[in-house]
């Protein structure tokens, strides 16, 4: 029988750095990048296929369009932000602002899941099932560290672009005057306060 996994996400300015311990002591997995990981399994491997499990269970409960609770897409979005280099208070807020964390959530517009991808765009950043939030994360973390970089770390525009896409948004230019984009903008900034103060 497999031993319990426990996963959680710690945010700090340190690497997370392995520990070593024997079964049923809780340990943290060697994964760089600030995500802390925690275990009771032996180092031996296993937990990185655990994780990989975890992420099948995840796609299999959104094929059959079951709920994430809050927490778990918290932790999606945040794992997949730090695996390319976003912060994650950032795209969690870039989340909440464009699904309020429901990943099945579809726009008039045509946009879908928890990080609002149309189509196009989901496909051109490695989303298959616009309504797996894993999926969805990791995509949505891809897309915004290839905006962070288009528009040279400048936040504001990159968040614009995200929204409005980049074709309204030149490089070195200013939000487009869109209600819809700048009211994106201020929300996702007071959101990202929010998700660093707690």
């Known amino acids: 029988m497999k031993r319990a996994l426990m996963i959680g996400v710690v945010w700090c300015g340190l ?5 070593v311990g024997t079964a049923d002591q809780v340990r943290v997995i060697n994964q760089p ?6 275990t009771n399994l032996p180092p031996d491997g296993r937990e990185q296929l655990l994780l990989a499990e975890a992420k ?15 927490r778990e897409l918290v932790a999606l979005v945040s794992e997949a932000a730090l695996r ?8 969690c807020a870039v989340a909440w602002a464009e699904s309020r964390f429901r ?5 008039p517009m045509g946009a879908q899941g928890l990080m609002q991808f149309m189509p196009a765009t989901g496909r051109r950043f490695g989303v298959k099932n616009l309504m797996d939030p894993v999926e969805s994360a990791e995509g949505g973390a891809r897309y915004m ?6 528009y040279d770390g400048d936040l504001t525009l990159a968040l614009a672009a995200y929204n409005a896409g980049p074709g309204a948004v030149k490089k ?10 700048m009211n994106f903008v201020r929300n996702v ?10």
């Open 15 to 19: 690497a997370a750095v392995a520990t």
């Open 145 to 150: 560290r290839f905006l962070l970089d288009a």
């Open 189 to 198: 900034l007071t959101m990202r306060d929010h998700f660093r103060d707690r």
């Open 56 to 70: 099948e269970v995840a796609t299999e409960r959104a094929v059959e369009r079951k709920p994430f609770s809050h």
């Open 33 to 38: 990048g600030t995500v802390w990981s925690y």
């Open 84 to 91: 390319h280099g976003v912060e994650p208070e950032l795209l």
């Open 172 to 181: 070195g230019g200013r939000v487009p005057p869109i209600a819809e984009t």
């Open 103 to 107: 990943p099945y959530v579809a726009s």
